[in-house]
């Protein structure tokens, strides 16, 4: 029996750990399938368009041809002409010198929708066609929902995590605390006085049947009352001797839907349980935001490795507006399918300024509920005391 015990109990927790992680699990990879089923359509719809010279190109390149004519000797000490330059440049449009093939690709394309669901935005790669534009609407629509559902289910497994290993920090610290404060004599006077208060400890067995009927032969016999007693202590030590029967297993064995439906109840308040941890953290703001500030300067250090025109300042700054989702656009990638690597640090990124931002929102609940009882006790009318 405890041969054939031990696989069945490792089956069950197996069951356990995959039916616990599916919710997870489930996020992570439908926000995957969304955003190569999005980069395939993108590849599609803008990189097969059709290069058209517009008006405003043909401008553009009549402009330049004047200005290149009238090129004078010294270019570098004409004023003049480097401002009309410059203005010329500034009207065209970096679509115009853009390959849509090129840009276009499945790997560009795929970083444009992680782009468009994390709501970061660079704009230096936008859709052009209109039904490109349409689509990207239609996205974003059902694809930031879907980003901010996994960043809320990560967060609990980060603020689980943060908050265990916090507490366990605080304990440790207590401990070693306790241990500096606690001599060797006033240590060992405790222990003598535990161990004192434990041996006074005397513990009550309850009593068997023959026990309580000698208990209560010298007791006066109330009619029907004794043997009322006798039945239920009879009824109780049976059950007691039984063994205990497993009605869920013999459930499951006759009707094996119960199982599965007990399964998909606790899968189902899984999902009701997303979002209930992040609302119970409770950690340092200075804590998370060096945190922050660690996992950005890794990310800057590795970042320049690729990118040859980023230093690790510029690095830093460009990892800050991304999870920030500010996104300016003012930094540009080279080489955007390394960074597509780097697409589960923006998502945990992401998660940590979340984090941050939702314990400065509460700090700042706080702060108001504080100050609008300050100022309702200064502005309440002070009670008049009149004489009698």
């Not at 899984?270 to 990310?299: R, T, W």
């Not at 025109?309 to 991304?322: G, H, L, R, S, V």
Request: charged residues 20%; contains cysteine; aromatic residues 14%.
């Amino acid at each position: 029996m405890a041969t054939t015990s031990q696989p069945l109990r490792g089956k069950t927790t197996c069951k356990k750990i995959f039916w616990a992680v599916f919710p997870h699990a489930c996020f992570i990879v439908s926000l995957v399938i969304y955003a190569f089923l999005g980069a395939f359509m993108f590849s599609h719809i803008e990189g097969t368009r059709k290069v058209t010279v517009s008006e405003e190109y043909r401008t553009f390149l009549q402009k330049l041809m004047y200005l290149a004519r009238r090129l004078p000797d010294n270019v570098t000490e004409n004023e003049a002409f480097n401002h009309n330059i410059r203005e010329l440049f500034n009207t065209a449009d970096p679509v115009w010198f853009i390959n849509p093939k090129e840009r276009w690709n499945f790997f560009g394309s795929l970083f444009f929708c992680c782009t468009v669901f994390t709501t970061v935005g660079y704009g230096n790669t936008y859709p052009v066609t209109r039904s490109g534009k349409y689509f990207c609407m239609l996205y974003a629509l059902f694809g930031i929902p879907l980003m901010f559902l996994v960043l809320t289910d990560m967060g609990d497994i980060l603020a689980t995590v943060l908050s265990k290993s916090y507490n366990e920090f605080r304990k440790l610290q207590s401990k070693i605390f306790a241990s500096k404060l606690c001599s060797g004599s006033t240590c060992s006077k405790r222990n003598e006085l535990k161990s004192r208060a434990q041996s006074k400890i005397v513990i009550n067995e309850p009593l068997t049947i023959m026990e309580v009927l000698r208990s209560q032969s010298g007791v006066k016999p109330v009619k029907y009352r004794n043997v009322e007693l006798f039945e239920m202590l009879i009824a109780r030590e049976n059950e007691n001797t039984q063994p205990a029967r497993n009605k869920s297993m013999e459930r499951w064995s006759s009707c094996p839907e119960l199982a599965r439906e007990k399964t998909v109840s606790r899968v189902i308040e899984n999902f009701d349980k997303i979002g209930k941890e992040l609302e119970k953290l409770d950690v340092p703001i200075v804590l998370m935001v060096l945190v922050i500030f660690v996992y950005i300067s890794c990310a800057a250090a590795i970042l320049p490795n690729w990118e040859k025109n980023m230093d690790f300042q510029e690095a830093f700054y460009f990892c800050f507006i991304t999870l920030t989702t500010i996104g300016f656009g003012d930094t540009k990638l080279e080489h955007p399918k390394f960074f597509l690597f780097f697409s589960l640090y923006i998502i945990i990124g992401m998660e940590i300024v979340f984090i941050v931002f939702k314990l400065v929102q509460d700090r700042l609940i706080v702060l108001y509920k504080k100050v609008i009882s300050f100022c309702a006790e200064k502005n309440m009318p002070s009670k008049k005391i009149y004489p009698k």
